[in-house]
């Protein structure tokens, strides 16, 4: 047991980052509110951070780790242009509901 | 990998315009950049010494073979094409010109990523420089609505994908213990392979299948089209569908080729349901700018059978293929986004009386549609020719024939417009068509003629 996260079965971690996942899922599909959809979008991202430190550190190889180095920095990206067009549509339908974004339609 | 770095360069250089205050040097400084860039990309052909910056080798990040080459010149053209047309598009934005314009070098930068992509990490960043770039540029009229919408619809949905994108990635990862295509690829041929692999394979698949728009992961792609600003959705349309139409095939080609066995009938049917859906929903609709998106995914549902036959070589027949689809669509918008602005609708009606009006103008557009529905003397029927009878050599018979029919049933929409042109009345606003417009609308027209008298000349080099 050379290291604290392999007191842990691999498993355990595989469960629940997958329960993570789908708590992430289930809050997109379902929140009308497009701040609430952003944050469940983060879940979705940091559940798969969680995998891949428990998997990086259970194979020995340092790859995983780097990549959620990756990960984060494209979510604080991503968060930020998410939050940049959501203000843009606050300030012209005053709402942050998706429900509002109907003009476009077949 | 100088390619890359020169594109980079050239998106700051845009951004550092507006500070030095060179605004009107920035759309010939981009196109004279882009066609030195173009040069130094065709030099590194057949090269095979690895990537690298400096002496740090980055080969097993990415790996800059003939396929990525060919596909990021035909990247950089496209881009070239639609950098003359921003000259006078964002002719009334001259305060946001080089912000929109270095976010679109941006996006062919991630463009380039994914052409060339040697390992899972930079197939993510690729896919995530290019999207969140764009996410910005679709919603980039701050004032509309529709264009708001169309942006944060293709933002969550996006950012939805990368979630499964990430966890397939991750699942590939426990099973392989590698990012690197090759090290994946090794573990599929060594057999014994891991459940949780096969669930990381399927999760890949669904955001791969989500970036080309394959049916049923189509919805965002009408409604971002119609919402953006005209030229965004040309861009989106050519560079981005080339850009993740590349990455797909390379991922079968480099890496998941051992695998078709499994994911073989679950494309089989995305492919079907992809030219269905994307030709007979394309018949009702009345917005140009939405029959183009309804098409581009039956287009992408021709590319898909290219890269159902990926394991021989169909590489060409997709570069064929892509190449004279973006050429095609290009022309097109050139045209259409004149019409569209003198005539305030962006519906078909926008385009009644145009062969009274401008007679040449309305002959290219015919160039492109016939091009696009695939008649005969135009490359589009040569691209469409090539990709069949790839896949008949495969096996796919009955999925070939089934993709016949349906291009003939999107004969009906592409000649929709046609008809308006050359049969309805005129109104009697006059339609000036800008001459960048016009230079863009006959290189397109000559590139769509001349693909079909010398189609070796793309056919030959990716063999």
Known sequence: MENTLQAVPQNWYLILSTLLFCIGIMGVLFRRNAIIILMCIELMLNSVNLLLVSFSAYSGNSDGQVFVFFIMVVAAAEVAVGLALLMSIYRNVASTDINVLNKLKW | ?463
């Open chain 2, 1 to 463: 990998m100088t390619t890359l770095i020169y594109t980079t360069c050239l998106g700051l250089f845009c951004m550092l315009a507006e500070v030095l205050n060179l605004r009107k040097l920035l759309v010939p400084a981009l196109i004279i950049g882009l066609s030195i860039i173009f040069v130094v990309n065709m030099q590194q052909w057949g090269i095979t010494t690895p990537a690298s910056i400096g002496s740090v080798s980055v080969s097993h990040m990415i790996k800059m073979d003939n396929f990525a080459i060919a596909f990021s010149g035909l990247a950089i053209i496209i881009s070239l094409l639609i950098f003359v047309l921003s000259a006078n598009y964002y002719k009334d934005e001259q305060n946001q010109l080089s912000d929109y314009l270095s976010i679109m070098v941006f996006v062919l930068c991630g463009a380039l990523v994914m052409f060339s992509y040697n390992n899972m990490a930079m197939l993510f960043l690729g896919i995530e420089i290019l999207s969140i770039s764009l996410y910005i540029m679709a919603g980039s009229r701050r004032f509309d609505t529709r264009s708001n919408e169309s942006g944060i619809k293709y933002f969550l949905m996006g950012a939805f994908t990368s979630g499964f994108l990430l966890f397939g990635i991750a699942l590939i990862y426990g099973a392989s213990g590698t990012f690197e295509l090759e090290g994946i690829s090794k573990y599929i041929t060594a057999g014994e392979i891991a459940p949780m692999f096969y669930l990381g394979i399927s999760m890949l698949m669904f955001a791969m299948l989500f970036k080309v728009s394959a049916v049923p992961f189509h919805f965002w792609s009408p409604d971002v089209y119609e919402g953006a600003p005209a030229l965004i959705t040309a861009f989106m349309s050519t560079l981005v569908k080339v850009a993740a139409f590349a990455a797909l095939y390379r991922l079968f080609s480099h890496c998941l080729g051992g695998t078709m066995y499994y994911i073989e009938p679950m494309l089989i049917i995305v492919t079907g349901a992809t030219i269905m859906v994307g030709n007979v929903t394309a018949l009702s609709q009345k917005n140009v700018k939405r029959i183009l998106a309804y098409s581009g995914i039956a287009h992408a549902g021709y590319m898909l059978l290219g890269v159902l036959s990926s394991q021989t070589n169909a590489a060409s027949s997709v570069f064929f293929y892509a190449t004279t689809y973006a050429f095609a669509t290009i022309g097109l918008f050139a045209i259409a986004i004149m019409t569209f602005k003198s005539n305030h609708n962006e519906n078909v009606e926008a385009f009644n009386g145009l062969a009274k009006k401008n007679p040449f103008a309305a002959a290219l557009v015919s160039i492109f549609m016939l091009s696009l529905a695939g008649i005969p003397p135009f490359a589009g029927f040569l691209g469409k020719y090539y990709i069949f009878s790839e896949a008949i050599r495969n096996g796919y018979v009955t999925l070939t024939l089934f993709a016949v029919i349906n291009s003939i049933i999107a004969v009906y929409y592409y000649l929709k417009v046609i008809i308006a042109m050359y049969s309805q009345t005129a109104n009697d606003k006059t339609l000036v068509i800008h001459p960048t417009y016009m230079v863009v609308a006959i290189i397109c027209a000559l590139a769509t003629i001349g693909l079909t008298i010398v189609p070796d000349m793309l056919m030959q080099i990716l063999r």
